[in-house]
């Protein structure tokens, strides 16, 4: 999964390219303020070049939704700025419920992404049934005995058919 606080695009430009050079450098991120410091750390880079047009050779730990070749999300650092209240294993958690929620990370407001996922996240678990073991422990009041009894596989299957879902190990409310 991505972590936004990592990213790195290496910018080139094209006419440097097309004349056979890869020239360029790799930027980190989280160096910069905004995209318009990110730019123009860009345009000093390639200050040689009187038509600038940048080329985003590769890049690590920005979602695709982000980026290509030639373009970087405006939300970009909004969004890196906006996580940075999460800990590295809720940025992971967030990427994940990204992903599966088909959220657009270009254009959806990150402080409304922030406040839902909040809503709908549940947490870390090695397994769909560890988190049913543990929301046994937390809202029923069961003797020791009928714990003992208690069928934590099916009550999982069951709590995930419908109201939670698990990526990876984290789980979910479902909306």
Known sequence: MENLNEAQIYVGTYEKYNNGSLFGKWLTLSDYID???FLNACKDLHN???NLELMFQDWE????????ECWLSENFFTLRD???ELSDIEQEAFM??????SYDLDTEDCQDLLDSFRDEYY????CEEDFAYQLVEDCYNLPKFAKTYFDYGKFARDLFCCDFWFDD?????RT
């Open 169 to 173: 190990r984290f789980v979910f409310r």
């Open 96 to 101: 994940a419920w990204c992903n599966n929620g």
């Open 35 to 37: 995209k318009d410091d």
């Open 123 to 126: 947490g870390e678990y090695d």
């Open 82 to 84: 906006t996580l940075k």
């Open 48 to 50: 040689d070049e009187p």
């Open 61 to 68: 730990e920005i979602p695709d939704s982000l980026i290509n």
